[in-house]
Every structure is written in structure tokens, then in C-alpha cells.
């Protein structure tokens, strides 16, 4: 258990540094709303992999394949609508970056 | 001004263009969060409003509610009077010879079709069967079916001179609890004796067979006089094997079912006697002299379900009940509710599982279907004729109540997130919850090729 809270926190980790230095080199704008779908995302994708996990640890494979389905197309939609809006931001605050004019 | 703009042939202005582009976006984006927030918003005000039509019915509906049983979660009027014995569905296999010559012809012809299936059925699981059931058959004899005053549920077993002083009646809880979990039960609470729960006459089944005295009927009906006069009831839950309660309704399941037996009577037994070693007159039952379900809700272990059965938080109802009642002051625990009535209100799987029709689709009432419910509880009835009909057909007992039930599920973080989800209000998302718990392939019934693969698991 311990193990796992453990590679949780890691992959949290990971991923906020990840996630700075994308902000940092793409000079991308994040907001509350872009942090917000960030978050959620992680929780979500943290969600379906654990869902999965757990359905196939108790032999129900069809629990399994279908949970994974739906709660991972529901994340995918959130990081699409995350990332779109980030890029979105970012092209305002930074208009020069597509030399508009 | 760079006029490298970036749609190449647009006649707008660069600036133009870009403030066309904001609000096209702007206007998409109103009616893409416009969208989401109406779907959310009809989901939760649908489930609100059905969650307070549901206050406000029982509101409306006014029943009074019978003396002392006010905080009691499930409904009980002043027409719930204690049930003969007699009339429960096994006993009355002993003496209404109408309905058994009904049940037995109408049966037979449905048994030969069932007979032809053969996994589950064979002798490798019928002997697993057998042997779930043999320590209640040698110890409890005939107590599944009511018959009072086994070996192991006996009246009058021998209690120590010594009485144990307890601090107080916490004190005595917190240590008949440790006990009883560590002698086997899988869940513990103690309720009050309640005599609206005992029986009002018991059925004692005639076992020996005298050729000399041809007795008109095989039984005596006597009155539930007990050696002392019991003041608290522990209430243990046994849980049954997860995977074998899902092949109902074969002999595989059976063996669970018999195996809960067999295990109430050694976990009943076994806490009865720890009592009387403390010096507390102390005996166990199971079917034999009182309702269990109703002590088990008192005793805070769950709510009564739809199907008839008590619904645990930990095991859904996978369980198997009994009691021991003593003479020692306990301090009872409160009746706890989890969501279950309001969930079963829009759920009705068991009802769509069983195979017999046994299971109310209906509101629920305070009125029986047959002579073997007993009317003034306000709930959903179950029609026992129709369900022993199936047992005698199938050639062994069901559980597809319980094999279909959403809560029904192995104890890991994923089923403990979802039930306690389905403790919020709201008839959409509970119907919405059995329906993907349909989907993602839980609660199947006549399963043959699980029945098949039963020995080949570890």
C-alpha cells in the first residue's frame, strides 16, 4: 500500500514538472481553469488505470475493459478541452508567437 | 503594417479577422458550457426533486407507526403482530398438503428440462453441496426449516456459577463483539429482545417415527416459552464465498449457502457458550424461533432490501444471520441506513433476476401476498410460494437475489466508492447505477460456463 501511495506521489511529481518546463519553453499561459482541467484530468486518468487494475485483479475482465472505455474517454475529453484551452491562452497573451502581425 | 496574414484571400482586415475569430470561439464556447451545464443541471434537479417527492410522500402518506418502533428504519404499523410459525413457508410443507400436492405437480413437469443442464449438477458438486451443509445437518438439524431446539441452537445448556462482573453494559459489548469475531463472525451488533420478532407459536416437527401412534399431523405446535427471559440479542453475520454465491441457482451455490449454515451454528453455538461461561444464561437460533432480519437492521448491520434480505454496507446480501439471545445487559447499537431504500426504489434487479417472479416490481406496502408474509411492515413483499416452487424445480435452493444485487460485490475500493455513491438522492442516478452495473457484467445468473470453471480456479 504504502509502495503505491508512493508511486502515485511520483507520478504527481513527474508530471508538475513536466508540465513547468512545457509552460516555461512554450511561454503557454495557464489559468485557474487550465490548472483546474489539469488536476481533474490526473485524477480521472488515475482513476480509469486503477479501475482497470482492480477489475482485472478480481478476474471480472469485462468490468474491466468497459470501465476502462468509459472513464478514459471521459479523461481524454478533459485533456483535449484542457489543452485546447491552454493553447488557446497562450496564442492571446502571446499573439507574436504565430507572427500575426 | 506586415500584412503577412495569416488567411491568405480573406478580405477582412488582419484585425478584423481576429476579432470575428474571438467571438466565433466566444460563441462556442457559450453554447458548449451552455450545453454541459444544462445536461448537469437536468441530472441534478431531476434527482433532487425525486429525492424530496420521496420525503414528501411518506409525508403525505401518514401512517401511524407502531408504539416503541418509531426510530425503527423500515416502516412497522400497529397491524404487524407476531407471525406463526406455522405459517412460514417450510412449515407449512407439513400440514397445508394442498399446496405442497400444487407446488409438487406443477414443478415436475419443469424439472425434467432443468435436469438436462449438467455443469454445476454433477456429483463433484453435489458432494461440495453436501458437505457445505453437514454440520448443520448433524448439529442444527431441521433448524433451516424452523424446527426448534437443535443441539447446537438448544434452550438449556450448562452456564458457569461464576457470574463475570462487566464495568457496565458498554464494557459487555465491546467484549461479547471482540468474542464474536474472533469465534468466526464476520459482522456483530446487539439489539434489544423484541417479542414482535419471536414467533408466536413454534412448529416442533415429530422426528421419531412411532408406526404404533399414527399421529393426524407430524408435528406440535408449542408456545415460545423460553428458560429466562432474554434482554439483549447478538446478532452475528456470516458471509457467504463471493464466487460460489454467483453460480446460482446450481448445486455449487448451494454449497455456499449450506456452508452458512453450517457456519452460523458453529459461530452461534461457540458465542453462545462463551456467554454462558460467564456465568449469563445464553442461546443461539437461526431460522428456528425468531425473524432475523428485522434484529439485524436493530442491530445496526444494514437495511432491508427489496428482495426481502438484510443489505449490508460491507457485503451487500451476502449474508447469513444468527442470533443469540441472553440475559446479559448489552448495550445496543443504533439502526444505520446507507442509502439502501431509496436505491432499491429504482433499481429492481433482483426482481428482474429471479426466475421465479417472486419479487415485488411494485410500490412497496403493508399488505402480504400470500398467508406466508406478514402484513404491517411497510416493504417490498416477496411471494415465498412462488419461490419454494422454483427451489423444488431447480433441485436446490436460489440465491439470484442476491447473486444480482448491485451491492453484492467483493470488498475492494472501487465497489466501496460506488455504493457509497449510491447513498446520494436521486431515482436517475440510482437507475443509471444498476444499469451500468448491468453493463459492466456484474449480478449474471445461470451462469454454466462459470459453473464449469469453478474447479479450475484456485
Same mark, same amino acid.
Given at each position: ?101 | ?199 408466536? +407459536? !413454534? #412448529? *416442533?416437527?415429530?422426528? /421419531?417415527? @412411532? ?5 393426524? &399431523?407430524? %408435528? ?99 449474508? +447469513? !444471520? #444468527? *442470533?443469540?439471545?441472553? /440475559?446479559? @445487559? ?5 439502526? &444505520?441506513? %446507507? ?120
Amino acid at each position: 500500500m504504502e509502495f503505491l501511495w508512493s508511486l502515485i506521489g511520483a507520478m504527481a511529481v513527474l508530471l508538475i514538472c513536466g508540465l513547468r518546463s512545457w509552460i516555461k519553453k512554450g511561454k503557454k499561459k495557464v489559468t485557474f481553469f487550465s490548472w483546474l482541467g489539469i488536476f481533474v484530468f490526473f485524477l480521472l486518468a488515475l482513476f480509469s488505470t486503477a479501475w482497470m487494475i482492480s477489475c482485472f485483479i478480481e478476474g471480472e475482465t469485462r468490468a474491466a475493459v468497459i470501465g476502462f472505455s468509459i472513464f478514459g474517454t471521459v479523461t481524454m475529453v478533459i485533456f483535449a478541452i484542457t489543452r485546447k484551452k491552454i493553447l488557446k491562452d497562450s496564442k492571446t497573451r502571446y499573439p507574436s508567437a504565430r507572427g500575426a502581425y | 503594417m506586415k500584412n503577412d496574414n495569416l488567411n491568405k484571400g480573406s478580405c477582412l482586415t488582419p484585425c478584423e479577422e481576429k476579432k470575428c475569430v474571438r467571438e466565433k470561439l466566444n460563441r462556442r464556447q457559450f453554447f458548449g458550457a451552455a450545453a454541459a451545464v444544462g445536461a448537469a443541471g437536468t441530472v441534478l434537479a431531476s434527482s433532487l426533486i425525486s429525492g424530496c417527492k420521496a420525503k414528501l410522500a411518506e409525508e403525505i402518506r401518514k401512517i401511524p407507526r407502531k408504539k416503541g418502533m418509531e426510530n425503527f428504519p423500515v416502516l412497522i404499523t400497529e397491524k404487524c403482530k407476531p407471525m406463526d410459525q406455522k405459517n412460514t413457508i417450510f412449515c407449512r410443507q407439513l400440514w397445508d398438503h394442498d399446496f405442497v400436492k400444487k407446488i409438487e405437480s406443477e414443478a415436475a413437469v419443469r424439472r425434467v428440462a432443468l435436469s438436462k443442464r449438467e455443469k454445476g449438477w454433477r456429483q463433484l458438486d453435489r458432494a461440495l453441496n453436501a458437505a457445505g451443509w453437514a454440520l448443520d445437518h448433524q448439529f442444527a438439524t431441521g433448524s433451516e426449516n424452523g424446527q426448534p431446539m437443535s443441539p447446537a441452537y438448544d434452550w438449556n445448556g450448562p452456564v458457569s456459577d461464576r457470574k463475570y462482573q462487566f464495568n457496565n453494559p458498554e464494557d459487555a459489548a465491546k467484549k461479547i463483539k471482540k468474542a464474536a469475531r474472533f469465534l468466526g463472525a464476520s459482522l456483530v451488533g446487539i439489539a434489544r429482545y423484541n417479542p414482535l420478532w419471536t414467533y408466536s +407459536r !413454534l #412448529v *416442533k416437527e415429530n422426528l /421419531e417415527n @412411532d408406526p404404533d401412534e399414527q399421529k393426524k &399431523e407430524k %408435528f406440535d405446535l408449542i408456545k415460545p416459552e423460553f428458560p429466562f427471559t432474554p434482554k439483549s440479542v447478538v446478532v452475528i453475520a456470516v458471509e457467504m464465498d463471493y464466487k460460489a454465491i454467483a453460480l446460482s441457482p446450481s448445486s455449487l451455490e448451494g454449497a455456499a449457502t449450506g456452508l452458512g449454515y453450517s457456519q452460523m451454528c458453529a459461530v452461534g453455538y461457540s458465542v453462545s457458550t462463551f456467554t454462558r461461561r460467564l456465568g449469563y444464561r445464553a442461546f443461539a437460533n437461526g431460522n428456528d424461533i425468531s425473524l432475523s432480519v428485522p434484529y439485524a437492521v436493530e442491530a445496526g448491520l444494514g437495511e432491508l432490501g427489496r428482495n426481502g434480505l438484510l443489505i449490508t454496507p460491507e457485503f451487500g446480501p451476502r449474508v +447469513r !444471520l #444468527v *442470533k443469540v439471545f441472553t /440475559e446479559l @445487559d448489552i448495550k445496543p447499537d443504533r439502526c &444505520e441506513t %446507507f442509502g439502501v431504500w431509496e436505491f432499491c426504489k429504482s433499481c429492481q434487479r433482483c426482481a428482474e433476476s429471479c426466475p421465479a417472479n417472486a419479487i415485488s416490481f411494485e410500490k412497496p406496502t403493508t399488505e402480504g401476498t400470500t398467508i406466508s408474509n406478514n402484513p404491517g411492515v411497510f416493504k417490498w413483499y416477496i411471494n415465498p410460494e412462488k419461490c419454494i416452487q422454483f427451489w423444488i424445480e431447480n433441485g436446490s435452493d436460489c440465491a439470484n437475489c442476491i447473486t444480482a444485487c448491485p451491492y453484492n460485490k467483493p470488498d475492494m475500493w472501487h465497489h466501496q466508492l460506488m455504493a457509497a455513491a449510491a447513498g446520494f438522492p436521486g431515482a436517475p442516478l440510482h437507475t443509471i447505477m444498476a444499469k451500468m452495473d448491468k453493463l459492466f457484467g456484474y449480478g449474471n445468473t445461470f451462469d454454466i460456463k462459470a459453473n464449469a470453471a469453478f474447479w479450475e480456479e484456485n
